[in-house]
């Protein structure tokens, strides 16, 4: 069983959502499929999905505005909250120690996040690809994890490029994140990769070792481009 998230970052409609929901509804699968929408779109309408949010405040309430609380995400429907995506590190100027902050005030409210590590290509340039993965987990990562996080490696010079790392590389980063997790006292997270993911690749891609999912970005706005997707994995 596999755990596949899609991120329609600030793209779609309710009314997309809802000719995804109904499709995803026909889909034969035990694979954990999950739905991370713009705020606007969470709904408890979902035919049963799961939804998630992409980014989420690290305060509890008050005088952020804009801002909006795990809490309310869960009052939404939210099941799932990514946190720490490149595109909020890039242009939010997130670090690991906002994006920790951010993963543990989900985990009160009950809210599972999506913790999201990654390399940029001036990183992997430098050769520091592996020291970026190893530190991005461990100060990314709250102490209390309750048990719920997911961790999500993405190359960051992959994603939206089309571009992916070789399968060796893939299977590199992943058995670091592993042996990262299982010294934190975490062996058994779900570690799912993202980046450029299609029908095409997803199945070679999950059948690498230690990689338990994937988080696709473009390829989860049409059901035609999700759905081989969740169906490449039994
Ligand atoms: C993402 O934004 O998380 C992502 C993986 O994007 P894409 O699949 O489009 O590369």
């Not at 713009?38 to 992409?54: I, N, S, W, Y």
């Not at 100060?139 to 010079?157: L, Q």
């Not at 993911?197 to 070679?204: D, H, L, P, T």
Request: hydrophobic letters at 40%.
């Amino acid at each position: 069983m596999k755990f596949i998230a899609g991120n329609w970052k600030m793209n779609g409609s309710a009314a997309a959502l809802k000719n995804m929901t109904s499709a995803l509804r026909d889909v034969d699968t035990k694979n954990t499929v999950v739905l991370c929408v713009p705020f606007t779109m969470l709904t408890h309408d979902t035919d049963g999905v799961a939804l998630g949010a992409q980014d989420v405040s690290a305060h509890d309430h008050g005088a952020y505005t804009g801002e909006v609380s795990a809490q309310m995400l869960k009052d939404a429907g939210a099941r799932y909250v990514i946190v720490g995506h490149s595109e909020r590190r890039q242009y939010h100027d997130e670090t690991n120690d906002i994006v920790r902050d951010k993963a543990a005030a989900a985990i009160e409210a009950g809210i599972t996040p999506i913790i999201c590590v990654g390399e940029t290509m001036d990183e992997k340039q430098a050769g520091k690809t592996m020291a970026i993965i190893e530190s991005g987990v461990r100060e990314s990562v709250p102490t209390d994890t309750n048990g719920k996080i997911v961790i999500a490696y993405e190359p960051r010079w992959a994603i939206g490029a089309g571009l992916t790392p070789t399968a060796a590389e893939i299977a590199e980063a992943h058995t670091l994140i592993a042996k990262t997790l299982e010294s934190m006292g975490l062996a058994g997270t779900p570690v799912l990769y993202g980046a450029s993911v299609k029908g095409s690749n997803a199945a070679e891609i999950m059948s690498i070792p230690n990689v338990d999912g994937v988080l696709v970005g473009g390829a989860s706005l049409k059901p035609d481009d999700f759905i081989p997707i969740i169906t490449s994995m039994k």
